[in-house]
């Protein structure tokens, strides 16, 4: 870990995603077991957040991202309003135990209340469910199949 200590800010990626959204994208993917981003993939993340489709956080150490999450909204017939969904949740593994999960889960909580969303949901591996109820995520609602297309 860095002996250096240095504040860990939260903040909502506000412009085209740089360099240190892709390191921790593909951070991520290689932590999961996935390949890494490619260039066409890159490319079309970018969109989606330049499009508004995706809103990602940022958590960092200084001016280093250390951390991420996106949150993705959607319309829901059950409540007649907008939901959002946590997508992509990582902290580099050296930054862990920091309380970074908590930063990064709650700016993303008070940005969807901000946003007038119902609720915020996330689908996660039976492994990782201990963590998100940890940090919020406390009502059930059943479980998530997928069709994958």
Do not use: H
Request: charge should be negative; hydrophobic fraction near 40%; proline fraction near 6%.
């Amino acid at each position: 870990p860095p002996a250096q200590p240095l504040p860990v800010t939260v903040e909502r990626l506000s412009g085209p995603p740089d360099w240190q959204l892709l390191k921790l994208e593909n951070g991520y993917l290689a932590e999961i077991g996935e390949e890494p981003l490619s260039e066409e993939g890159a490319k079309r993340l970018k969109q989606a957040v330049c499009d508004q489709k995706i809103t990602f956080f940022l958590a960092k150490r200084g001016t280093r991202a250390v951390g991420m999450c996106s949150i993705v909204s959607a319309f829901s017939t059950f409540c007649c309003c907008e939901t959002a969904v946590f997508e992509d949740f990582y902290v580099e593994p050296v930054f862990r135990g920091a309380g970074i999960a908590r930063l990064l889960a709650d700016a993303a909580c008070q940005w969807c209340r901000e946003q007038g969303f119902s609720s915020l949901t996330v689908c996660c591996a039976p492994c990782d469910e201990a963590m998100y109820q940890s940090l919020g995520f406390q009502t059930r609602l059943g479980s998530t199949w997928a069709c994958l297309l």
